[in-house]
């Protein structure tokens, strides 16, 4: 039977042992945050936060939301992802979804690559996304940066 002191000094050892694990890995790759792309009649928002695990896989969700003028609106929601480039404040990543929108009678899976590149602080101007799609269906924001919100890699 263990007593008191031997069950507090044995969560004692596994904190510090899990905290040392933990401080040797490094800290976690995060992107996260928000933003608005507007282009003369296209107009995109998109926010979400993705995880690089330390198996090399990505977790996380995004969402897309497109208002084009002349199409009907999009919203997409992905959470699954493939890691195709991670370095300094630039990220590329493939996500794997679903889209909806009034004429499309329910959910459409949709495959985008995703490249985004955190310049600094928030502004007009200061991050960078570009988002195509794969296969005949889906949601696109052509390169260029940001006119609202925060992309922020961290560490």
């Not at 044995?10 to 995060?30: K, M, N, Q, Y």
């Not at 999009?74 to 794997?96: E, H, P």
């Not at 959910?107 to 995703?114: A, D, G, T």
């Not at 390169?143 to 890699?153: A, E, F, N, T, V």
Request: net charge negative; proline share 3%.
């Amino acid at each position: 039977m263990f007593t008191r002191h031997t069950v507090l000094a044995l969560a004692a050892v596994l904190s510090i042992t899990a905290f040392a694990d933990r401080a040797e890995a490094g800290p976690i790759a995060t992107l996260s945050g928000w933003g608005t792309r507007d282009w003369m009649t296209y107009h995109a928002s998109f926010m979400g936060q993705v995880t690089l695990q330390s198996d090399g896989s990505l977790t996380g969700h995004w969402t897309i939301i497109t208002f084009n003028d002349g199409e009907e609106t999009k919203f997409c929601r992905y959470t699954r992802f493939t890691v195709n480039g991670i370095g300094g404040n630039g990220w590329s990543f493939d996500a794997y979804g679903v889209c909806i929108s009034a004429s499309s009678n329910g959910y459409y899976p949709v495959s985008n690559r995703i490249a985004i590149i955190d310049y600094g602080t928030p502004g007009t101007n200061v991050d960078y996304i570009d988002i195509n799609y794969y296969g005949l269906v889906g949601v696109a924001v052509p390169g260029g940066y940001l006119q609202s919100g925060d992309l922020i890699s961290a560490p």
